[in-house]
């Protein structure tokens, strides 16, 4: 006989951490589905500064370990699989996964966004081999190289800052001539003398054979293009992408009600479907953030909580 949970969190993120926390605590039986590591895109980030109560020099690794530990000293059951099938209707939930099959009362979809691409040729070849999406994973690969960071956002002039402890030269290429970051970030870059900026640039072709080694650039008010290649004594160039994110949100289509890809949920996470909550950056919100998402975790496993004891 299957057990039943009384709610199973999809997703490992801050979202489905924070979530898995509160629903243990409640005493919920909880159990916390990942597909890979625990962290989602926030182990990829290198510095956190905002979350508040945050160390000093927390990074994302360090915040998710403890928000881990946190969840399962609460009580919280994890496991690693791939969910491939929903079926959200009715009193039970069911969830079918590479591995096995799962049943709760409940469920909260916490699966979160994955770095948008650039969309180019070259670019799926050439990731992992000069491509990248995680400066701290792959920034000390381009130690005293050329970097360039692709995109103009909070994550992509963060990024490029910290790329700056490694790469001789940081080149910043923008589509636009202003950056969308906050102004304090930006004047935190504007005063960083290893970043460079490309202005109305976007990347058009990355080239190599089994490692990037040029690349051309467009510029968008001209139409004029260069090609950037590395210099003969590196043999190669780094490219960091950071140009936003889309939702892991495939599983849940003509399911859920959804909105350009992001679930719909109203204030207290609820979703179309009685027992289903969404919450972190897979829901439609105006502030895609870890203290955000851990506040919808919360906000969720507290209304999982109550649907099931009503
Ligand atoms: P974002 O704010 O959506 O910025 C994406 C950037 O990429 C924009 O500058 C955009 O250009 C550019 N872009 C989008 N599509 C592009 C394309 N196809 N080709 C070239 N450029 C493209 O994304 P983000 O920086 O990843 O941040 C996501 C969320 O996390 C935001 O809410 C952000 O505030 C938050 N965040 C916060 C912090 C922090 O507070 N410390 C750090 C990281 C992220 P345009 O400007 O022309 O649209």
Not at 120 to 139: I, N
Not at 197 to 213: A, K, Q, S
Request: glycine share 10%.
């Amino acid at each position: 006989m299957q057990k039943i949970y009384d709610v199973i969190i999809i997703g490992g993120g801050p979202a489905g951490l924070a979530a898995a926390s509160y629903a243990g605590r409640a005493r919920m039986s909880a159990l916390m589905i990942e597909k890979a590591k625990e962290g989602g895109q926030i182990v990829i980030t290198s510095d956190i500064e905002n979350y508040p109560g945050c160390i000093e020099g927390e990074t994302g690794p360090s915040l998710i370990k403890r928000m881990s530990e946190q969840a399962t000293r609460f009580g919280a059951e994890k496991i690693i699989d791939t969910i491939e099938e929903v079926e959200l209707e009715g009193e039970t939930k069911h969830l079918k996964g590479q591995k096995g099959e799962y049943f709760a009362k409940s469920i909260i979809i916490a699966t979160g966004a994955h770095p948008r691409p650039i969309g180019c040729p070259g670019e799926r070849e050439l990731t992992g081999k000069g491509v990248s999406y995680c400066a701290t994973c792959d920034a000390a690969f381009f130690e005293d190289m050329d970097i360039y960071v692709v995109g103009g956002g909070d994550a992509a002039v963060e990024e490029a800052m910290y790329l700056t402890n490694f790469g001789r030269s940081v080149t910043i290429i923008h589509r636009r001539e202003e950056l969308r970051a906050a102004k304090s970030i930006q004047e935190k870059a504007f005063a960083n003398p290893k970043l460079h900026f490309m202005w109305n640039t976007v990347v058009e072709e990355l080239r190599g054979d089994g490692i990037l080694d040029s690349m051309t650039v467009k510029n968008t008010k001209t139409g004029e293009t260069t090609v950037i290649d590395a210099p003969e004594e590196d043999g190669t160039f780094g490219v960091f992408v950071f140009i936003g994110f889309d939702p892991h949100s495939e599983l849940f289509i003509d399911k859920l009600e959804m909105q350009k890809g992001y679930i719909i949920t109203d204030d207290n996470m609820h979703t179309n479907i009685p027992g289903v909550y969404a919450a972190g950056d897979v829901r439609v919100k105006s502030l895609r953030q870890v203290v955000t998402a851990t506040a919808d975790g919360a906000i969720a496993a507290m209304q999982a909580y109550k649907y099931i004891n009503e």
